[in-house]
T-cell receptor, first 111, second 114 residues
Framework: GENVEQHPSTLSVQEGDSAVIKCTYSDSASNYFPWYKQELGKGPQLIIDIRSNVGEKKDQRIAVTLNKTAKHFSLHITETQPEDSAVYFCAASMSNYQLIWGAGTKLIIKP | DAGVTQSPTHLIKTRGQQVTLRCSPKSGHDTVSWYQQALGQGPQFIFQYYEEEERQRGNFPDRFSGHQFPNYSSELNVNALLLGDSALYLC?????????????FGSGTQLSVL
């Protein structure tokens, strides 16, 4: 079946450094790729999303890049801060418009 | 704006029992989706409701059913609970034009089945 693979499962970076999380999808019909941030005890929160007709999108310290040929997309967080510590999920739309989610990356920001 | 609200926040049930979880969508949203999130995993889509009807369904058995009311709020019912149903149940709302895009999630209901 269709799936989304997310790496790494845990990422520890020094405060101020950059963090990169990568996802690979299998459904060639996928055209919508959101990233969600989930803090402890809360539901996921949309932080950025991208469509397949766009290669890159930025929002302040956060950016997402998409490589349709290779079927992978990445989340980039620059100048990381303690409040960036959370679990991050990527997702990809399927042909029936449902989202299939990655398993998540726990991002730890070290002071 | 209260955002998406879910109740209860925590629930403990016994195997074989039935449970009802409730969700009120964000103001202005008319579509409600339900997800199951096991510990350490991403959310798994259960179903989506729009105009009081189930519009799409994920790979979940018929023990999982739902309802949407005229005010767009929704319920998730699970019958004959199994130990494996223990999880965080998330409700997400969106507008009809967006479907699965730009989902707003509640904080979830943590269900424990003993």
């Amino acid at each position: 079946g269709e799936n989304v693979e997310q790496h790494p499962s845990t990422l520890s970076v020094q405060e101020g450094d950059s963090a990169v999380i990568k996802c690979t999808y299998s459904d060639s019909a996928s055209n919508y790729f959101p990233w969600y941030k989930q803090e402890l005890g809360k539901g996921p929160q949309l932080i950025i999303d991208i469509r397949s007709n766009v290669g890159e999108k930025k929002d302040q310290r956060i950016a997402v890049t998409l490589n349709k040929t290779a079927k992978h997309f990445s989340l980039h967080i620059t100048e990381t801060q303690p409040e960036d510590s959370a679990v991050y999920f990527c997702a990809a739309s399927m042909s029936n418009y449902q989202l299939i989610w990655g398993a998540g990356t726990k991002l730890i920001i070290k002071p | 704006d209260a955002g998406v609200t879910q109740s209860p926040t925590h629930l403990i049930k016994t195997r074989g029992q039935q449970v009802t979880l409730r969700c009120s969508p964000k103001s202005g949203h008319d579509t409600v989706s339900w997800y199951q999130q096991a510990l350490g995993q991403g959310p798994q889509f259960i179903f989506q409701y729009y105009e009081e009807e189930e519009r799409q369904r994920g790979n979940f058995p018929d023990r999982f059913s739902g309802h949407q009311f005229p005010n767009y709020s929704s319920e998730l019912n699970v019958n004959a609970l199994l130990l494996g149903d223990s999880a965080l149940y998330l409700c997400a709302s969106s507008t009809s034009g967006q479907g699965f895009e730009k989902l707003f999630f509640g904080s979830g209901t943590q269900l424990s089945v003993l």
